[in-house]
């Protein structure tokens, strides 16, 4: 396979159409009421922006709006699309659900989908344009090193290294070496011994040289990817143009997450180019453990001659809750601007900042408050959420033990369910198909809501979406596969019944080679054993508190 001019000529010489179905003064926001100021003008403002905004603030119906209003009004012209990109796949398919319902004529000019996603793309579609010296010859696989492999290469480094190059090298940490070195390490056209002059050039090389530029297939991470994309468009002026035609209007949702190598990324295909909104909170850099860039938001509008534009109001937090949030952000930034509460005022609510000299004490003092909290007003634990920023399991132990004082029970969502976390799994479509299939095997009626979905994950999986007929006769092997499951626990009950044998004769009763099928065709990257697997262990651990 060959890159040439005729690969990228449905890109690189669109046919543009200047008209516009709405005018742009005119135009009005889609299914809200109004924007605030800040909102709108960076809404119209068509050079790159950096909508600064706190939680709550609208970030993402922010750019539905900005999306519609581009699109509606031609200045994203046919067929020219935006490009949005997250950094996460749910936040990214929210986005594009919201702009499909906003807009569902453009929404197939609308692509939302994850750095990741669109790094990867890049590099599978067009690897044979990489100049000549990183071509792979035999594809690749993805791999994620452990800790113990990257300590093992550094020590090799400081064996092998040039003498001047070993204190540098010994200060580099195994936790950061992907993210920082070969993240941060731009990689050359063609490759020289004066390229590799300095030590972060020496080892991000020396990573490379293991597990890419070796015999066979090579074995890639999602940072390594990045960077072969950004290589691949800065070496190749017509993908960078036709990037630059097919996507007029970038967004970046999130961008206070983002890292070096993605920094380094946008730069070198979008600045000076297309018109790039980043869209981010500078007090909520969360992902500093996975190499994200300190003030990104800042470096951005530097970088990139970006305006500018705080959003203050709150659509999510009540007054009461907007105070609170504001005196913590004080202490971060003392000319941090209040936000403005959007909430309409309801039942009487209010919110409290505590504060505790040891872990121990926060623990009993509010495990205590809660039960008080549940006797005066009669609410159950289920109505009750402990979030913590950080390592769930340190704080875990300590609730536990001081909730169960109080007869309370506690869920621990981030814990590790076989190779799942648990709050993963609870969203996995495969697990709620089980759960929602036990349910209505255990209870005969009053569960539509449950009914309705498990119908159609059913009509999904035997391809009945649009024919009636195939969507009765899935209606009636799901009657019938409720009735002989109903059968089976009856004689079965949980306290004489292991939960591997449940899933098993549930998957019997399902057809699990159909399951199979249908998860590896909508989902390639779930493993289907894996996630069989925490179900069943996750079953066992709670049938054991079970009656039925």
């Not at 300590?151 to 190059?165: E, F, G, Q, Y």
């Amino acid at each position: 396979m060959s890159v040439g001019a005729d690969d990228l000529h449905e890109v690189t010489s669109p046919t543009l159409y200047p008209g516009r179905s709405i005018p742009v003064e005119p135009w009005r926001p889609i299914g809200i009421d109004d924007l605030e100021p800040a909102a709108w003008q960076a809404l119209r403002d068509t050079d790159n922006v950096a909508v600064v905004a706190g939680p709550g603030a609208g970030k993402t119906e922010f750019l539905a709006q900005r999306a519609a209003y581009l699109l509606q009004t031609g200045l994203c012209p046919v067929p020219q699309r935006i490009l949005a990109i997250s950094f996460k796949r749910d936040a990214a398919a929210n986005l594009g659900r919201r702009v499909a319902a906003r807009v569902p004529e453009h929404a197939d000019r609308f692509v939302s989908m994850t750095f990741d996603a669109f790094t990867k793309g890049l590099v599978d579609r067009f690897a044979p344009a990489l100049p000549s010296s990183w071509r792979m010859d035999d594809g690749y696989e993805i791999n994620f090193v452990p800790r113990f492999q990257i300590d093992s290469v550094l020590i090799d480094l400081l064996s092998t290294a040039p003498h001047h190059m070993r204190r540098d090298l010994a200060s580099i940490t195994a936790n950061r070496f992907v993210t920082d070195v070969v993240g941060g390490w731009n990689l050359p056209v063609v490759l020289t011994e004066r390229d590799l002059a300095d030590s972060i050039a020496y080892a991000a090389m020396a990573w490379w040289r293991q597990r890419y530029l070796r015999p066979g297939k090579a074995s890639l991470d999602f940072v390594m990817l990045n960077r072969l994309a950004e290589l691949l468009v800065r070496s190749a002026p017509k993908l960078r143009r036709a990037l630059r035609i097919t996507y007029p209007f970038v967004f970046v949702d999130e961008f206070q997450d983002t890292t070096s190598a993605q920094f380094s990324f946008l730069e070198s295909v979008f600045s000076h180019g297309p018109a790039v909104t980043a869209v981010g909170d500078d007090k909520q850099r969360i992902m500093g453990w996975a190499g994200a860039l300190p003030r990104a938001i800042q470096h951005f509008t530097a970088a990139f001659d970006a305006t500018p534009y705080p959003l203050t109001w709150n659509f999510r937090s009540s007054h009461s809750l907007v105070q609170l949030q504001h005196v913590i952000a004080s202490r971060l930034d003392a000319n941090s601007v209040p936000a403005v509460s959007k909430v309409a005022e309801g039942e009487a609510e209010s919110a409290e900042l505590w504060m505790f000299s040891s872990l121990d004490r926060e623990a009993a003092f509010i495990a205590a408050w809660m039960a008080e909290d549940m006797a005066r007003s009669g609410r159950a634990p289920k109505d009750y959420a402990l979030i913590v920023r950080q390592k769930v399991s340190d704080f875990e132990s300590r609730f536990r033990v001081r909730l169960a004082a109080h007869d309370i029970r506690v869920r621990n969502d981030d814990a590790q369910v076989g190779e799942m976390r648990l709050q993963d799994l609870l969203k996995n479509g495969t697990a709620q198909l089980l759960i929602g299939l036990l349910l209505l095997a255990n209870q005969r009626r009053g569960l539509a809501t449950v009914w309705r979905a498990v119908s159609m994950s059913m009509e999904r999986m035997h391809g009945a979406i649009g024919d009636e007929a195939a969507q009765r006769r899935v209606g009636e092997t799901l009657s019938e596969l409720i009735a002989l499951l109903r059968n089976w626990l009856e004689i079965n009950p949980p306290v004489a019944t292991s939960a591997a044998d449940t899933v098993k004769h549930l998957l019997s009763l399902l057809d699990a080679e159909v399951l199979r099928r249908y998860v590896k065709s909508s989902s390639p990257s779930e493993d289907l054993d894996v996630t069989i697997t925490a179900f069943r262990e996750r079953l066992g651990a709670v049938m054991g508190l079970a009656t039925d």
